[in-house]
């Protein structure tokens, strides 16, 4: 079965800096991947789908980037409402998996 | 505006059946796949189940095939999980998802 994975499991950086969460897909998946970001209790928000395409209303502070099997995400300069976790999903054919997810807080 | 409404989540005992529902609105239902995502106490978003546009293609975590049964109406705009033989760890908030619309999540509880 395909799986996804991502790295690191979690980190903690300080307001303004670059932060780059990878994920990697366990067979090639072109560029069908997206990257939610999920606050405590909350639904999850849609950030980026196509692997680099910003949905609408999202900073422009996060990008993505990646095709085939491996996919990253970054955020440029680390605000404090960006403390969430952060999982990517494939969605090509089939399975919709998620990542295990990557847990960002503030140094 | 657009939106899925999750309902028919509740309590329910170890080995017993659910039924959620999820209606959409403000977006072409037929034209997306729709997915259930559950989401334990504590833990991460786990894809369930999927469903192509028509119906005619479904995909199951392993952990829930046999079990559950993933269908749509589109004439109704809606979509549906069957949970038989519920276990302690289907307990999760139950997500509707599709054409990168979310609904605010259905609970389900198994516990005796």
């Known amino acids: 079965d395909m799986q996804m994975t991502q790295s690191p499991s979690s980190l903690s950086a300080s307001v303004g800096d670059r932060v780059t969460i990878t994920c990697r897909a366990s067979?090639?998946?072109?560029?069908?991947l997206a990257w939610y970001q999920q606050k405590p209790g909350k639904v999850p928000q849609l950030l980026i789908y196509a692997a680099s395409t910003l949905q609408s209303g999202v900073p422009s502070r996060f990008s993505g980037s990646g095709s085939g099997t491996d996919f990253t995400l970054t955020i440029s300069s680390l605000q404090p409402e960006d403390v969430a976790t952060y999982y990517c999903?494939?969605?090509?054919?089939?399975?919709?998996?998620f990542g295990p997810g990557t847990k960002v807080d503030i140094k | 505006e657009v939106q899925l409404v999750e309902s028919g989540g509740g309590l329910v005992q170890p080995g017993g059946s659910l039924r959620l529902s999820c209606a959409a609105s403000g977006f072409t239902f037929s034209r997306n796949w729709m997915s259930w995502v559950r989401q334990a106490p504590g833990k991460g978003l786990e894809w369930v189940a999927n469903?192509?546009?028509?119906?005619?293609?479904?995909y199951y975590v392993d952990s829930v095939k046999g079990r559950f049964t993933i269908s749509r109406d589109n004439a109704k705009k809606s979509v549906y999980l069957q949970m038989n033989s519920l276990r302690v760890e289907d307990t999760a908030v139950y997500y509707c998802?599709?054409?990168?619309?979310w609904g605010k999540g259905t609970t389900v509880t198994v516990s005796s």
């Open positions: 469903i192509k546009e028509d119906g005619s293609e479904k």
């Open positions: 999903q494939k969605y090509n054919s089939g399975p919709a998996t």
């Open positions: 998802t599709g054409g990168w619309v």
């Open positions: 067979q090639g998946i072109s560029n069908y």
